[in-house]
């Protein structure tokens, strides 16, 4: 059973994962991104108080437990606070998911710069082909509709980019005896944390009662919040890391699929071989990995 999830658990995350961008889209023009961020985790924490009620799972010491809350206002709080930020400043949904696509890259970065591994020249070259392609993807979008491409909004998503790499990074290291769900818990306090100071702070807590929006939060809560982040931790535990990180390449193909079909964002020829080259450079960084 152990070994079936294991190969199911990548192709089934990507899918959840690259909803996302789309549920996002759905439900950011009736609310501001950090409150919806903030009800969406009040929800997803009394989830996981009832499944670890459920399956008496083993609560964390007191340095498990900062340490999750740390990993969490990384991978939920900076991630999805990026993401959700970078959509409602009208970046386009594929862009956003292309951009923070190229996680896999940047976990190597972070794994060179501080956990000594080494890079080769295929990493190299890897590393410049991706960043080249989202540029050719930004280029194009940018003189298209330069209305949507909010420099904000892609700072946003850079910093997105970041916090869900070194989370990923972190998680592995200081992570490995956690349980799931009480671990997941934890991550989702230091993630309310941050985006309530963000919400309270900067924003109205305007909300438009839609189904479009009911409809999306529920996804958010249920697809994202609690299956694909439970996939993405239970991957990274059962020593999945690299294959998670060669994995998350697939998102952005998917997310701007779904876009397409979805919202009509349609991507030119600059900007499909700007998508190609992304995924070929995320493919030397990870095959170069693997050969070592």
């Given at each position: 059973?152990?070994l079936n999830?294991?190969?199911?658990?990548?192709?089934?995350?990507?899918?959840?994962?690259?909803?996302?961008?789309?549920?996002?889209?759905?439900?950011?023009?009736?609310?501001?991104?950090?409150?919806?961020?903030?009800?969406?985790?009040?929800?997803?924490?009394?989830i996981?108080?009832?499944?670890?009620?459920?399956?008496?799972?083993?609560?964390?010491n007191?340095?498990?437990?900062?340490?999750q809350?740390f990993?969490?206002?990384?991978?939920?709080?900076g991630?999805?606070?990026?993401?959700f930020?970078?959509?409602?400043?009208?970046?386009?949904?594929?862009?956003?998911?292309i951009?923070?696509?190229?996680?896999?890259?940047v976990?190597?970065?972070?794994?060179?710069?501080?956990?000594?591994?080494?890079?080769n020249?295929?990493?190299?070259?890897?590393?410049?082909?991706?960043?080249?392609?989202?540029?050719?993807?930004?280029?194009?979008?940018?003189?298209?509709?330069?209305?949507?491409?909010?420099?904000?909004?892609?700072?946003?998503?850079?910093?997105?980019?970041?916090?869900?790499?070194?989370?990923?990074v972190?998680?592995?290291?200081?992570?490995?005896?956690?349980?799931?769900?009480?671990?997941?818990?934890?991550?989702?306090?230091?993630?309310?944390?941050?985006?309530?100071?963000?919400?309270?702070?900067?924003?109205?807590?305007?909300?438009v009662?839609?189904?479009?929006?009911?409809?999306?939060m529920a996804?958010?809560?249920?697809?994202?919040?609690?299956f694909?982040?439970l996939?993405?931790?239970?991957m990274?535990?059962?020593?999945e890391?690299?294959?998670?990180?060669?994995?998350?390449?697939?998102?952005?193909?998917?997310?701007?699929?779904?876009?397409?079909?979805?919202?009509d964002?349609?991507?030119?020829a600059?900007a499909i071989i700007?998508?190609?080259?992304?995924?070929?450079?995320?493919?030397?960084?990870?095959?170069?990995?693997?050969?070592?």
């Amino acid at each position: 059973m152990s070994l079936n999830l294991t190969k199911i658990a990548p192709f089934l995350f990507v899918w959840l994962w690259s909803t996302g961008f789309i549920g996002a889209k759905y439900g950011l023009p009736y609310i501001e991104p950090f409150f919806m961020l903030f009800i969406r985790f009040c929800f997803v924490i009394l989830i996981f108080l009832i499944l670890i009620r459920i399956y008496k799972a083993k609560w964390l010491n007191q340095t498990q437990s900062l340490q999750q809350v740390f990993i969490g206002t990384l991978i939920h709080g900076g991630y999805l606070g990026g993401v959700f930020f970078a959509i409602k400043l009208g970046v386009p949904a594929g862009i956003t998911a292309i951009i923070v696509g190229l996680q896999p890259i940047v976990t190597s970065v972070i794994g060179y710069l501080f956990l000594n591994q080494s890079l080769n020249g295929k990493q190299a070259i890897g590393l410049l082909l991706g960043f080249i392609g989202v540029s050719l993807v930004i280029l194009e979008k940018a003189s298209i509709d330069t209305q949507n491409m909010n420099a904000l909004g892609l700072i946003a998503c850079f910093i997105a980019l970041i916090c869900i790499s070194l989370g990923t990074v972190l998680q592995k290291k200081l992570a490995g005896n956690v349980s799931l769900l009480t671990g997941s818990f934890y991550q989702y306090i230091g993630a309310i944390i941050i985006v309530a100071l963000i919400t309270f702070s900067l924003e109205k807590q305007i909300v438009v009662y839609t189904s479009e929006l009911f409809i999306a939060m529920a996804w958010l809560v249920i697809g994202l919040s609690v299956f694909a982040v439970l996939l993405l931790l239970y991957m990274i535990k059962e020593g999945e890391v690299a294959k998670v990180t060669s994995y998350f390449y697939l998102v952005p193909p998917a997310a701007v699929i779904q876009s397409w079909l979805l919202f009509d964002e349609r991507l030119g020829a600059l900007a499909i071989i700007g998508s190609i080259l992304t995924v070929v450079g995320v493919v030397f960084v990870v095959k170069s990995k693997k050969a070592k």
